[in-house]
């Protein structure tokens, strides 16, 4: 029998691999949402590391994926991610509300203070992730962006299961959690000596690009 039988029905994981414990620098790729098996939907980071910051962080050219999971810190978790690629502080959110309303224009006045909030932060989202926008659209944020991303790798609770064997309890392995936070925006002029033409070529398509958003800067 053909070693290579079944072949044709065999799935490959598109599955990028988590960040590594630790502190470093990434190109946000893209933000798109996901369905998961069960039928729940997940926003899908995609990210590419610029600089490692750490011992035993990921190093440049490293592709990593971080999934923000719908439950009930999603809201939570998904604001802070457009929080940081905005370069916006937590306490100042209001700034991009009105961003985002300056383009939503009439569709927010004579809202109140809530649903004036409440329809920004949904059109962000969707400009974020390109959310209906057609299957080739990119989100705002796509290959324009750098954060600041720390890594920790928390202990569970344990909860005391196990089996016995041979008369002796043996308790199950505590499962750990990977948590990864975006710190902050990186600047490009931050970056401008870690990176070489040949780096600035790889991650944004040429030199020149690179130059434009380190410009956009000033």
């Known amino acids: 029998m053909s070693m290579f039988k079944g072949l044709s029905k065999a799935t490959v994981s598109s599955r990028l691999p988590d960040p590594r414990v630790g502190k470093a620098d990434y190109l946000l790729n893209s933000m798109r949402v996901r369905e998961n098996r069960d039928g729940s939907n997940r926003v899908q980071v995609s990210l590419t590391c610029l600089r490692g910051l750490t011992e035993g962080s990921d190093q440049k050219g490293d592709k990593v994926g971080i ?68 299957e080739n659209a990119a989100g705002i944020f796509d290959n324009q962006v750098v954060i600041q991303i720390e890594s920790i790798r928390k202990e569970g609770k344990d909860e005391g299961k196990g089996k016995m064997v041979d008369g002796v309890f043996v308790p199950e392995p505590i499962p750990t959690y990977l948590n990864s936070y975006p710190n902050r925006k990186v600047l490009f002029s931050e970056l401008v000596d870690d990176l070489d033409e040949k780096d600035m070529k790889r991650f944004f398509g040429s030199e020149e690009r690179f130059m434009e958003l380190l410009e956009k800067e000033a």
Not at 72 to 77: M, P
Not at 97 to 117: T, W
């Open 67 to 134: 999934a923000i999971f719908s439950g009930d810190y999603f809201l939570t978790e998904f604001k802070r991610w457009v929080l940081a690629a905005c370069g916006v502080a937590r306490t100042d959110e209001e700034e991009v509300v009105e961003m985002a309303c300056e383009l939503l224009g009439d569709e927010v006045k004579g809202l109140d203070e809530l649903d004036r909030a409440e329809k920004a932060w949904e059109h962000i989202a969707q400009l974020a992730t390109a959310e209906g926008q057609g």
